[in-house]
DNA sequence: CAGTAAATTGAAAGCGCTTACAATTTGATG
DNA sequence: CATCAAATTGTAAGCGCTTTCAATTTACTG
């Protein structure tokens, strides 16, 4: 408690009063200045606006919130760290709040559910004003009680049973029939499925768009060509290692869940000596940006990624300026993108499989 | 106002004050229950833990913060939302603060400075009582202003030239240095190497440790062999991309200044018709979880991400306990991971590429 | 000028919690 | 029992801001 501690010479925070002094006012207006309430003089707005300029004022936010202001920050919630889906998303969202001048604070729940609850809890006591949702993994046990404490929010790519919450959505089983109904029209007969992670919706519906495209191309439906996956990239490349080693004859062509668990699909076919298109074909879902990127460029089922988390971010700041607004359900459009990651199924007898060690993989004399 | 919402029934907000009615007590008891006092009869504390069960009592952080009270959050600015470097970093300082019963927050800056410097402000400003940031590009708009708030944080692969932050960081011009070298020992003389983002200080680090090794090796450094990077994959498949197209003869090697880089290398190098590592040898630096799945594995340096994030987050958590600590430097030893990207240069006249177009004269005789 | 309505601003309460200091209780000792 | 020290708890102020309601100012009309 002496002077000691000379180097921590801590600069007071300069508050409210200080600006309210500085500019010859009462907090109440430099607050009605700051929050933009409309009845106040311009003459009055300009003092408070330098004042807070000179002294370089910035609002407590904790102390903003508990007063009732506003904080204009929106939690998100993300089951993990990743560039590709959630981040495309998170752009989408980070466009949309950024031009209605909200803020957005990410949690990551790293797949736990205490974690995903603790959040979520944290999140609604804290100084966001709502919540988005990106592909929860156990939403029963917190949507109720979000619900009860009427704190906003909006789940992006899943499903909610009660019909109580705002969501977005993709057509995933619409996505998924057409990309295993092309791969069909291949000729592949053999299609292994890489399922995500069934807790999430989008990853029923996928394998339900699979089983049904099947179904109406007259080709049997086999348990051993449905891989079990959680949408990640270690997940694929684990499941068609083994089904390449278990199955024999082997797939022609594997549809992923998603394009991360479509790269780890890539690894490993390349790896059992597989050129990507010629030995296997393989499908992605969601198109995010590195899907154009690897080589081959990935065929996937597009999934407006960014726009999704326009369109929610959005709707949540309508839910927000206007609670009594209706749960909503928007569903978009996914489309099928046709790259290099697919070619007709080879008919020869001998179908290239072992003999051909190619740890490139990936010349062909037509280069 | 009147009864017109029939269903925005929001339950109202429990709070300190019916914990204490509940349990007999004072808020003030309550609340030294809630902060672990030590002072406090244990029946007592029983007391309170059965009321705040009862009436599921949570916190309010925003009220707990301004009144001077522990948030126990941390925030964290991240460039971008990348599951190899920065979900690795992320995960080690997740493990070490969720052992300490500290959350984590993050802020993504998308590599925008408006975005860098609004948000480190916004964190300051806001319920946490520290901030990690991970290679942030623009920190000297706002080192000064954080240390005058003695507010706390840490910096993760990042200088700072006025040596009053704490830092944790990795031997990066070791790093460099050896992969470098590793490669002119394989025999490759023309060593591309993709920069990255030069306002991180990892980034001119490794640049300096690529020029060093090549000095060492007796090989001419060229300005054509430094390809523009920004530590994204994009950059690095656009970069190699233009070299490939360009410079003839054509590297033999390329050194990333990261593993991501490395995979838009390789995905470039792919569509060029090489073969990896026949054709074209790669090494990236970090060794992400994905470098170790992809085919051929990466050979790559390896920078201990997870225990960075670890180290990062105790030393953070440490400075805000005890506020005299002064600031502290750690540096995290790389190390050299050699799998299968990686070949001894190949010595034949046709070499698999062109007719040979030797227009450069860079090989002599004598190589 | 007086009266009125609207615009503008200030005073004060309070959001939910923490903590310093005072008050009370408890336990030990002679 | 009285005294004392430590343990335990309560009271009240206050953190920084917002917002309601009252007070004040302004502008317009007859």
């Known amino acids: 408690m002496c002077s000691l501690n000379i180097d921590s010479k801590k ?29 106040v003089k311009e003459t009055t707005r300009k003092r408070v606006l330098e004042a807070v ?17 506003r904080s204009r920050t929106i939690g998100l919630l993300v089951p993990n760290l990743d560039v590709g889906y959630v981040g495309t998303i998170t752009q989408g969202i980070d466009k949309a709040l950024s031009s209605a001048n909200w803020d957005l604070v990410l949690y990551a729940s790293h797949h736990q559910l205490n974690k995903e609850t603790y959040y979520v809890n944290a999140i609604a006591n804290g100084i966001t004003e709502g919540l988005l949702l990106i592909a929860p993994q156990f939403p029963s046990t917190y949507l109720d009680t979000l619900r009860e404490r009427d704190f906003p929010y909006v789940l992006i790519d899943q499903a909610d049973p009660t019909e109580n919450s705002s969501i977005v959505e993709a057509t995933n089983y619409q996505g998924a029939y057409e990309a295993t109904q092309y791969l069909c029209e291949l000729g592949h007969t053999r299609i292994a499925f890489i399922v995500g992670s069934l807790n999430v919706w989008s990853a029923v519906d996928r394998l339900r768009g699979y089983k049904a495209a099947l179904a109406d191309c007259n080709i049997p439906l086999r348990q051993d060509l449905i891989l079990e996956g959680d949408y990640q990239q270690q997940g694929g490349y684990e499941a068609v290692k083994q089904v390449l080693n278990t199955v024999d004859p082997p797939p022609t062509a594997i549809f992923a869940s998603n394009d991360i668990s479509a790269f780890g699909a890539m690894d490993a076919a390349r790896e059992h000596g597989f050129r990507i298109p010629e030995d296997i074909s393989i499908i992605g879902f969601d198109d ?80």
């Open 11 to 39: 600069k007071p925070r300069i508050t409210i009063k200080d600006v309210a002094d500085a500019s010859g006012l009462s907090c109440a207006t430099v607050s009605r200045v700051l929050s933009g309430y409309e009845f």
């Open 53 to 69: 300029e000179q002294l370089g004022y910035v609002a407590s936010l904790p102390a903003r919130s508990l007063a009732g202001g």
């Open 288 to 367: 995010i940006p590195q899907a154009s990127l690897i080589y081959p460029k990935l065929t996937t089922v597009r999934q407006p990624l960014e726009q999704m988390g326009q369109v929610a971010a959005q709707m949540l700041v309508e839910r927000i300026e206007e609670r009594s607004r209706p749960p909503q359900r928007v569903t978009m459009a996914t489309h099928l993108v046709i790259r290099d990651s697919c070619a007709p199924r080879q008919f020869q007898p001998g179908e290239r499989k072992k003999p051909f060690r190619e740890t490139g993989g990936n010349l062909s004399p037509t280069n």
